[in-house]
């Protein structure tokens, strides 16, 4: 059960990159520990390259890089030097063409550098996520009063420790010409649309990632090889379209849970580093299909 739970919460770092219609975004990630010195921020950066192989059947690369400060001020029983700085790369390499006329098939293999790099990079560093997903898109016909989308997959994810794929479902309707909503991972939102260039959101979304320590620390006897940041955060999120593909958005809000912990080869909780809930902040720009 433990590693079940620890998948939900490490699927949203595959599910995050598995939208193909952003091709690029430069973003800021922002969380102070509550009533502490300690903080997260994140800068990352992600581009994706679409090739039309044939008609509807398109090969995507790209890539994704993360770089995590934890910024620890406070006092802790160990050295915590080592893991300060977190960086995570991925290479996606996905393939999507169409079933039938009501039915897309993408697949998508992601393999993955997550570790502190204070040494030199070996395969506890390597992890690879993948999966595949069916999508019946609705959203472009004007035949039908509510447009919507549809996902179901098959996720794998190395992280977790889960030894075979994890389902998965993911449901946008567009309820009218200034309404919509999505229910899924690892985001649920309701949307109102104001015009052709704003739009405000209330969200309920999940966030975090999880890495290896290449200098592993011990505490109180036990050794500490990965380190996992989990978090389910709620609240308003703006975009802005400066032009039609172009968005400058917002997220801000406040988390519902936090998880920030060191862990053992076996993924279980070593020493949590925070766990009380804090502001929450998201910004970037990002250029979509």
Known sequence: MKKLILFVFLLMSFLSNAQLTDLARLEYSFIPKNK??????????????????????????????NNIFLNLNDTYP???????????????????????????????????????LTEKITSKDLFLNGGVFFIKDRTKLTTIRKPYRLILGLTYNTTA????PLPLISYFSQINEN????VGVPKMNVKYRFDEKKNLQAFVGLDGYYAHLQRPTSIQGNQVDNISLSVVVAGLGYEYLLTKYLVLYTYAGYTLRLNNV???????????????????????IKFRL
Not at 47 to 53: A, C
Not at 81 to 110: C, F, G, M, P, Q
Request: net charge negative.
């Open 78 to 116: 160990f050295d915590t030097s080592s893991l300060e700085n977190i960086t995570v790369i991925d290479l996606n390499l996905a393939y999507t063409h169409k079933l039938n006329e009501i039915w897309r098939v993408a697949y998508k293999v992601t393999p993955r550098l997550a570790s502190t």
């Open 179 to 182: 309404w919509s909503y999505t």
């Open 262 to 284: 060191l862990r053992n080869e076996e993924r279980e909780n070593v020493f949590t580093l925070d766990d009380v809930n804090s502001f929450y902040l998201r910004t970037g």
């Open 36 to 65: 502490s010195d300690d903080q997260y921020t994140r800068i990352r950066a992600l581009v994706n390259y679409p090739v039309e192989v044939k008609e509807d059947t398109y090969f995507l690369i790209g890539a994704e890089y």
């Open 161 to 164: 420790g889960i030894p075979f």
